[in-house]
Each structure stands twice: as C-alpha cells, then as structure tokens.
C-alpha cells in the first residue's frame, strides 16, 4: 500500500539504496515538535466555538444546561456494530450531503469522538475551499505546522502508528530473557541485545569485516598490489558470498520464486543485478549529484578501512563505471511492468547454448547446494534475456580487478550498518544527500527495527500476545467483506466489459483470500521453535548474527524448490508488527496485518464513517490492486494468463492511459517535477478504486444503521463528507524535497497529495457531497475511471 514489501532475507546485509525512502517514509514520528500556547492551537473555527459557548453561558446558562442534558442523554449510533453482511449499493440518485442548519444534529460527545474531532480540526484548514484543493483543505494545518525531525526523511499519518509500534517492540524486547522462555523469543532478544550492545562493537572494531572480505578473496583496493587477479571468477565470488549470507545478485539476480503460470509450484528465477544505487540514477552519469555521493561515499569507505585513499579513487570510480555500465544495461521501471514480458522459460541446456559464457549446471547446483540438485532439463525463468548477453560480454572486457572492487565495495556498503559509529557516521553522510535526514535514529529504534524485520515471525509473535486488540480483527474482517460486495457490483455494472470477461473477473473477485491481524499458528510456540530451529544469534557479534539471519532465510528459500506451493502457509503471512497492507498476485490474496488495524486506521470508539474513509481506503486499495495494470494480468488462481477479451483489453488500456496521463501532468511545486504516471499507474488505478468502494461500502452502512451522530466542533459537516475528511488525513504528509525527489524517480507511490486530489477529484460523489460546481478544481469536466 504506502510501501513496498522489502524481502525479509534482504533486507538487512545491503548498503542504502534510493529505493529505500519509499521504506524508509512509514517510519517517522512527529516527537519533539515545539508546541504553542492553548489559545494558538486553536483553529479559527475551534476559537469562534469557544467565544459563542462562552457568550451563550453568560446569557442563558439555565437553558444551556438543559439543553445539554438533554443531548447528552440522546441516543445516538451504536459505533461498535460493524456490519455483518454486505448489501448492494444505494442508488446513485441519493440525494446529496448537505451542510447541516438544524439544531437538533445528532452531536457524538464520546471521548473517541472527541479525539477523533481534534485530531481533524488539527489537521485541516477551513479557510481553504474544498472545491478548490481538498488536500489543502483537510491537510493544511498539518502541512505548515508539522517539522520534520533531524532523523527523518517525511512524516506522515503513518509515523503516529509506527512511532507507538516501535515503543511496543521496544518494551518486548528490552524485557530479560525468562527461564524457559521458548527459543524464538531468546533469539529475538539476543539480536536486539547484540545491535545495543556498542561496548562490543566498537571493540571489536572493523576486524569482522576485514576477516570476512578476507575469506571472501580480498578486496583489491586494500590489498593493493599483493592481490591476485588470476585467483578471481565473477562465479566463485558468487558461491562465497552465498556460504557467507551475502547476496548472490550483485552481477545477475538469482531467486526461487513461485511460477506465475503454474502458481502450484516454484521455479528458479533469473533477473538484472541489484544494484548499489537506483538504476534512473546511475544511468545520469558521473557528474550526477547522487552519483557523486555514492562515489565519495565509497572511496571515504575503503580508506576507513585501510586503503590508500588516491588508489581508492582512481579504482573505485572504475568499478562504479562497471556498475553504471551493469545499470545501462538493464531494463527500466516502466518496460518491467508486462509480465507475460519477463516470463521467457528455458531449460539449463537453453541457457548454455544462448549463453555460453557461463557454466550454468555448475551456477545453479553450486547456490542450491545442499537442498536440491538440478539437471540439464531443469527449467528456469529468465525475465531479461538481453540483459543476461550483454553481462557476457561486459564481463569479458571487464578487468577481474573491477569486478572484484565492485563486489566487494557491494559487501562493505553491506555491513556498514553494523560495525563502528566511524563507519555509521560516514554512512549518514551518504543517508543525508540521498535523503535529506541528518541523523540516524535512536539506536534502540535501529535495533528494534533490525530485529523486527528480520524476525518478524518470533518479533510479530510477541507483539499479538500482548497488545493486538481481538476485537480488531473480526471487524475488520467484517469490513473486508463488506467492500469485496461493493467491487463485486462495480464489476457488474461497468458498460465498457463483455460478458465472458466480466464473468472471469468476478470470479476473481470472488476468490480472493484475506488475511487479517495474523494466522493463528503464530500462537504455537512448538511450530515457531520447529521454524526457529537452524538459527544461532551472538549477543556480543552483531556482523555475524546478522549474516547467520540472512543465511538462515536464503537456505530456508532455496530449499523450497521442489516443495508445492501452499499459498495459505503461515508463515509468508506471519508479519503482523508492520504498519503496511498487501495484495499479492500469485495468491489473489490481500493481507492487512495487526499493526495497520488500529490509530488513525480503525477504531472501534469512533463513527464508522471515519473507519470506512481510513482502512476502509486502504482495503478497497488492495482490492483493486487484483484490477490494476498488473494484477489483471492474473486469473483467479493466481496464474499469468490472459483472461481478458481484446476490445474489453483495449478499452481498459485507453482507460489506464487517462490516468496516466493525468497523474502525469501532476507537479510536485516544491521540487518542480512531474510525477512518473507510468510507473505510478498502478497504485493510482488502486486509490481511485479503492476510495470509491469505501465510500459506497459506508453508504450501505448508513442504509441498514441509520445515519451515525457529526463531531463536536465538526458539526456543519455531514457525515459523508467527515468520511471524506477521513480518507484524506490517511495521506496528510511532509516530505524533505531529497526524499520526494527519490519518491518520484525510483517509486511506485505518488506523494501523499496526489493520492487525496487525484481519486476525489474523479468522483462525482465528492463533487455533490461537497456542492463544488462543475470544472472547479476538485470536479474538473473530464474525470478518468477504470473502476
């Protein structure tokens, strides 16, 4: 949803990438703002409020009385009852929210109603006209007042949830080790202990990484002249860095992954290398600022570790060509987003005829070693073919010497995180010019994190134990199914489909798993144990725990080859501590962990309009995601195969394109640049379904419920449009320009405003809800709809 899943297995022993902002941007709090006084917090309608009251007590506070007595004693929504079954969607000629005159407005004076309020008028600005800019209007408080901390990159609605998150994480794992506490929650502790404890860090120094580059062959820009070019192959650097933990994919991407057109079983998988720094970057050139950085930050890097710093200079830059050139050969963004494209089988004896240079039966064998043995017909999936003959001949003309430097740069950029503040604070350098924070993070919240994503499961198990709200889970279920109704009747009633693929998308639709809160078996202690097992954690050697974790999820993927696929296994979806959401393709599955379904999200204490704005948003959103550029092109089963009719095919391709087009011609003012709409589409395709399913989900609430009370201090404002309201605080945001720069180069997300001004403004709904008239700027003449 707002970031993309980063693989548990990788995650950790990597350099920081520009991609990574788009992880990184879940992860701010807004601690540490400077507050002013009672009377300048206040909003201009929250003061003319308390002016009136005030006046209005002084004249006649017996008749004020009574009447309060009186409100207070009226009945109103009962905001715990989610509803239990879904129902088609009102009829389009409702008549429209109207601002409320009428002094006997249901008001809710719930504590829950009461924060929720304040949390709003916080947020917005009503000196905006919400015909004009509904961001401005819902967002624009929050936008000026908000400052970002020196230690991050953005802040958004998010941070408040993870901030709480990481606290909890925190108080899990700072907790002693118990005697018989199961092995799981021991080893999540140790590598938390492990990244705290500073004492053994710094004494031990830069010696772990020194010995490991050591056993890895040796980095030339240490070793100088003493190193032995004859001694390398590309290949053999591969096979170590895999016995080590390290990745395999920093000259071509290796991975066992599910088959897209037989999503029973799984196949090997070979892609593009990873690189060191986003490809749209490197692809500028040397002088390019970022390019500069990263080059700077790895000859400072090399030196730190003992090189001569002039043959750091002159040789790294050769290996950062190497890594420009790996770049230039690979396919962008937005020609990866066909999969039928990337899908080009061939077996062990295909890929040696086409590609000679490699002695694939050797490669193959050598990764999957000990777990599975291959043969000539063995079949592996091959995304970028050229990619594979231009890496030939780059490698033949290649000195060893620079390709050893780059890989081995590629492990030190890797472990930098774990090693010595010297080496960090050279690495916050590099952090600060790719995205504009200038501090690291408390430490402890670096070590939450680092034990939180790469145990998720034992972290995750933890977490549900103690504080996920049982509640949560069977309403948000009851929600899921509730917006799943409203998709499956946009399905029926869209004109532009043909019947035979109307019918396949419903049954799409209808298949589509949920995963909610987190699977039951993360309350077994002996399934966890059995998982657990092979893994060791040091409490006083971060590097090696970390590589023994890395490792462990390598040798637990690569041993899944032969297995069948069971898309409901428990652990592919035991990440509850995460404050995210997911569809997945392969599973027509979507997955909204325990850690979204709370705060700002969903609340049980608080009308049902504002939840249906904010996770309901979000469910829709990963309901479409099945409907978007690529998810169609999976059927029911999960499967790459086309199900949809040419001219339906084409007349969804002319309305992907309008919104292409239109998030395309967006400027983010700040940075003056356009958002990618290519790459974006995707994500844009989900929020304007996703928005449109909540609101008539919520519609067919209000049909069986009755309309629900307004908000204190809110009360001219229906409760169709606080559901708007709603969904447009789940994106108030605050970026620093590095980090929106990165947003809209690398990511697949468009900044938080977009995501407001873009869906709302297609919907006619909004329009009437709000009265703004026809070609203002929020109900624009030309609207584009897929869903």
């Given amino acids: 949803m707002e970031t993309e899943p980063v693989d548990q297995q990788t995650f950790l022993m990597r350099e920081p990438q520009s991609g990574d902002a788009e992880y990184i941007s879940t992860n701010f709090n807004m601690r540490n703002n400077v507050k002013p006084s009672f009377w300048g917090q206040r909003t201009k309608l929250e003061k003319r409020l308390m002016l009136l009251a005030g006046v209005a007590t ?25 509803p239990q079954t879904s129902e088609l969607r009102l009829s389009s000629s409702m008549p429209p929210a109207v601002v409320a005159k009428d002094s006997n407005v249901k008001i809710c004076n719930s504590p829950g109603c009461v924060h929720t309020a304040s949390k709003l008028l916080q947020n917005m600005d009503d000196k905006i006209d919400p015909c004009d800019d509904f961001y401005d209007f819902a967002c624009g408080s929050f936008v000026k007042n908000t400052r970002i901390p020196d230690d991050k990159t953005s802040v958004n609605t998010f941070s408040i ?18 005697v018989g506490e199961p092995r799981p929650f021991v080893l999540a502790k140790t590598l938390y202990q492990a990244c705290m404890n500073r004492t053994a860090i710094e004494s031990r120094g830069v010696q772990p990484l020194l010995d490991m580059l050591r056993n890895l062959g040796g980095w030339p820009v240490l070793d ?68 500069q950085a990263y080059y700077e930050y790895m000859v ?64 193959i064998n050598r990764l999957l070693a000990p777990h599975v043995t291959v043969t000539h017909d063995e079949i592996a999936i091959v995304s970028v073919p050229k990619y594979i003959s231009d890496l030939e001949v780059l490698l033949a003309k290649t000195p060893a010497r620079v390709q050893a430097n780059y890989v081995m740069w590629r492990v030190a950029g890797a472990s930098v995180s774990y090693l010595t503040d010297e080496l960090r604070r050279r690495q916050l350098q590099y952090i600060t010019a790719l995205s504009g924070k200038t501090e690291r993070e408390s430490r402890w919240k670096e070590c939450a994190d680092t034990a939180s994503v790469s145990m998720s499961i034992a972290v995750g198990a933890l977490y549900i134990r103690k504080y996920f709200n049982e509640k949560s889970k069977a309403n948000a279920l009851e929600m899921v199914n509730d917006i799943r109704q409203q998709f499956r009747k946009t399905l029926t009633e869209v004109e532009w489909m043909d019947e035979k693929t109307r019918q396949e998308a419903l049954e799409k639709a209808d298949a589509m798993e949920s995963h909610i809160a987190y699977p039951s078996e993360m309350l077994d202690d002996n399934k966890l144990t059995e998982f657990y097992s092979s ?39 035991g990440r509850p501590a995460i404050v995210n959401a997911f ?32 996770i309901g948003f979000v469910i829709g959103h990963e309901i479409t995601h099945g409907f978007d550029d690529q998810g169609r092109q999976f059927d029911k ?44 589409q995707g994500e844009n395709i989900a929020d304007n379904g996703g928005i449109k399913e909540a609101y008539y989900a919520y519609q067919a609430w209000t049909h069986r419920h009755g309309e629900e009370s307004r908000l204190p201090g809110l009360e001219k404002y229906s409760p169709r449009q606080l559901f708007w309201l709603s969904a447009a605080n789940t994106w108030c945001t605050v970026y620093r320009n590095e980090a929106i720069k990165l947003r809209i180069t690398t990511g697949f997300h468009a900044p938080g405003r ?10 006619e709904e909004f329009a009437s809800d709000f009265k703004c008239p026809i070609g203002s700027p929020m109900n624009p003449v030309k609207k584009c709809k897929v869903w």
Avoid at 604 to 612: F, T
């Fill in 58 to 82: 002084v004249l006649a506070i017996a008749f004020l009385a009574a009447f309060v007595a009186s409100l207070l004693m009226r009945t109103t929504a009962d905001i715990n009852d989610m």
């Fill in 161 to 178: 949830i993870t901030d709480q998150l990481q606290e909890q994480i925190r108080a899990l794992l700072d907790e002693p080790i118990a």
């Fill in 224 to 291: 100088g002249n003493s190193w032995n070019d004859r001694a390398f192959s590309w290949e053999q650097s591969v096979y170590k860095f895999r016995a080590a933990g390290y990745s395999v994919d920093y000259f071509l991407d290796f991975s066992i992954s599910v088959d897209v057109k037989n999503s029973t079983k799984r196949t090997i998988d070979l892609d593009q290398a990873s690189l060191g720094l986003s490809r749209e970057y490197l692809n500028r050139g040397f002088s390019d600022k970022l390019v």
């Fill in 300 to 363: 400072d890097i090399a030196t730190l570790l003992g090189a001569d710093r002039s043959r750091a200079e002159v040789e790294l830059k050769e290996s950062l060509e190497f890594e420009m050139k790996l770049a230039n050969i690979s396919l962008p963004l937005e020609k990866r987003r066909n999969a039928t494209s990337l899908y080009n089988p061939m077996t062990i004896t295909q890929l040696q005829e086409k590609f000679p240079k490699i002695p694939w039966l050797e490669y």
């Fill in 535 to 573: 893994l060791e954690m040091s409490s006083d050697k971060l590097m090696e725990s970390v590589l023994n974790l890395t490792l462990f999820g390598t040798e637990f993927l690569f041993s899944k080859l032969r297995e069948p696929v069971n898309k409901t296994d428990w652990i592919t979806h």
């Fill in 583 to 614: 569809y997945s393709s392969i599973e027509n599955s979507i997955q909204f962990p325990a850690g979204i379904l709370q705060g700002a999200f969903f609340s049980a204490k608080r009308p049902a309009y504002m939840n249906y704005g904010a």
């Fill in 637 to 680: 089963n999960g499967n790459l195969v086309d199900w949809w009719q040419e001219m339906t095919k084409q007349k969804y391709l002319e309305k992907a394109k309008c919104i292409i087009d239109q998030y395309s011609n967006y400027t983010v003012k700040e940075v003056s640049m356009k958002l990618n709409g290519v790459n974006t």
């Fill in 754 to 763: 977009f995501r407001v001004v873009g869906p709302l403004s297609n919907m």
